[in-house]
């Protein structure tokens, strides 16, 4: 699949220095001229969606073409990031009656690229291919297997919009990840100078246990961005999905939340500079729930997630959080859970509301916290009070109204792993469990914290939700969207 108007797509390739290759596509014919390096690039058209259409490129020099069949116009979507974007199909649930559906999508392509190269230097073609281009099909396009093609997240992300687009479409999904890789490791040089991160291979340590590898050369920074995004620069995409950030748990200067919050938006503005397109859509998954070995009480999975927050202040950045979809029994271990099909509505969603603007979609994200202030504070010992706070969310978030779900600690996950509402006492710092109720339109938590005579009229400072490894999502919006989680100072 080739972008559709109102771009105009480019196609590629190398001949001989100088070459004069003659490129056609129905009534367009053009000359176009290798440089110094045997590198030519033809410009198409701009075309609108369907086909299918045949793309021959011909040498002057040598007679010889290359031709391209079956070539369709649609949208083309990038679907990057570590292992929760390479968990394929096959391991997803209902994974039988997935892969035989996809042979209903002729007009939704796919490929894969390889992880057997990364380099130092941004390249110009990609060194590996997984899986050639193909039409989706079972077993042979979409059921290649455990963690080989094709990628659950971006199948259902590509096959639920061909869907909501009518059917119309042709939708281009390339798949590029690689699992247990930081972020640097798909960010430019240019893009980690914005975050003061220099390229010494050396000092990024593994903080995230079992699944960081960026401190070897082969995943270090730059690597991945040079061999798996590079090549793609000069293409015409529609946007990007990615899912990624368990890499970046950690507190060394390049993990945790200070320095995610910075190089993710980084990386972001650095891909769109690159493709040319400046408003270029970028989806993102909220990362979801999973079992550490991390101290009880331990906030380095809750920090990315808040960390992950600052994307969404760049335009046309949308947020499908999976924090509400943990899965402790997971084959795959429960960093990896199986129900990717939600990640791809949520994540439809944000795409139909901020590039498809003809498509009506007037909630497509959970409610946002916007700030939370004190309520009622009933003194209940000459130590102790209760307090109430009300929860204030961003109104285009809440659509007709808010809904508590039940919900708690699952069986197999430790309960200091479990968090729901916290406030902290201002009296000694601590975090204490708050009961969650709804009053008219609001949330309004209640907590019992300990005072001392100079925080008794004020003794919370901050409220928290989900704010651990395993949240415990209770607030919805009426579209069954799950309330983001935060960490916000009370007003």
């Not at 240019?190 to 960081?212: I, M, P, R």
Request: glycine content about 8%; aromatic content about 10%.
């Amino acid at each position: 699949v080739l972008q559709r108007e109102p771009h105009q797509s480019i196609v590629w390739g190398w001949s001989t220095p100088s070459d004069t290759v003659s490129v056609e596509m129905g009534n367009f014919v053009g000359p176009f001229k290798a440089d110094e390096n045997g590198l030519w690039k033809a410009q198409l058209p701009s075309t609108k969606e369907g086909g299918p259409y045949v793309v021959q490129a011909t040498s002057g020099k040598f007679q010889k073409s290359i031709v391209l069949e079956n070539v369709m116009f649609g949208d083309v979507y990038l679907c990057g990031g570590q292992s929760n974007m390479q968990f394929t199909v096959d391991s997803a649930f209902n994974a039988t009656e997935e892969v035989d559906l996809a042979s209903h999508y002729e007009d939704v392509r796919v490929f894969t690229v390889g992880q057997g190269n990364s380099s130092a230097m941004p390249l110009d073609e990609l060194a590996s291919i997984e899986q050639p281009g193909a039409m989706a099909s079972a077993k042979g396009a979409i059921g290649g297997g455990n963690w080989t093609y094709f990628s659950a997240v971006c199948w259902f992300f590509g096959r639920d919009l061909y869907n909501y687009l009518g059917r119309t479409v042709p939708i281009g999904l390339i798949s590029t990840n690689w699992g247990g890789t930081c972020v640097q490791a798909w960010s430019s040089k240019e893009a980690l100078t914005k975050c003061n991160q220099t390229l010494d291979y050396g000092d990024v340590e593994d903080e995230s246990h079992q699944f960081a590898s960026v401190g070897r050369p082969s995943t270090g920074p730059t690597f991945l961005y040079n061999a798996m995004i590079a090549p793609y620069l000069p293409m015409r995409v529609s946007g990007a999905i990615w899912y990624q950030g368990e890499c970046n748990v950690g507190s060394s200067p390049q993990h945790g939340m200070d320095y995610y919050a910075c190089q993710f938006p980084a990386m972001i503005d650095d891909w769109r500079q690159n493709f040319a397109l400046m408003d270029m859509y970028f989806g993102f998954v909220q990362l979801a729930p999973w079992i550490t070995n991390s101290p009880a009480g331990s906030t380095l999975i809750a920090d990315i997630r808040q960390a992950q927050l600052a994307a969404t202040k760049l335009q046309n950045v949308g947020m499908a959080t999976a924090a509400d979809l943990g899965d402790p029994l997971s084959p795959f271990g429960s960093v990896h859970p199986r129900n990717k099909q939600i990640v791809g509505y949520r994540l439809v969603q944000t795409v139909l509301y901020l590039k498809y603007h003809d498509i009506k979609t007037d909630l497509f994200q959970g409610p946002v916290c916007q700030g939370a202030h004190l309520g009622d504070v009933t003194k209940t010992s000459p130590t102790a009070a209760t307090v109430q706070v009300q929860i204030d969310y961003l109104p285009s978030t809440v659509g007709d109204s808010l809904e508590l779900h039940d919900a708690s600690c699952p069986d197999h996950v430790p309960p200091t792993a479990c968090t729901t509402f916290q406030v902290q006492s201002r009296a000694d710092q601590t975090w204490h469990r708050a009961q969650e109720s709804l009053v008219g339109p609001n949330i309004v938590i209640t907590a019992t914290v300990p005072i001392n005579a100079s925080t008794a009229l004020h003794p919370v400072s901050a409220v928290r939700y989900g704010y651990s490894d395993w949240p415990v999502l209770t607030v919805y919006n009426n579209e069954k969207f799950p309330a983001v989680p935060f960490h916000i100072d009370i007003q």
